[in-house]
């Protein structure tokens, strides 16, 4: 199944930040805020697009996909 049949199609992901984002570059800061995580420990469901999926594997040592 491709990507654009993922959209199309309503899967979601579900997105945890797990580690602190103390220390790390200022646009890893930003990809997390983009990805609407706020504190450690909180949980976002966005919708599964290949621009999301960008931004979780630029900050997957930060992140858990649930």
């Known amino acids: 199944m491709t ?12 997105i945890k930040l797990v580690r ?3 220390g790390t570059r200022e646009s ?3 990809t997390v805020r ?16 290949p621009a999301v999926r960008g931004m979780i594997n630029k900050v997957s040592y930060l992140v858990k996909v649930l």
Do not use: F, V
């Open 20 to 22: 602190s984002i103390a």
């Open 34 to 49: 983009g990805l609407g995580l706020r504190k450690l420990n909180s949980e976002s469901e966005l919708e599964d697009t």
């Open 3 to 14: 990507d654009k049949q993922n959209a199309k199609s309503g899967a979601t992901l579900k």
């Open 28 to 30: 890893h800061r930003a």
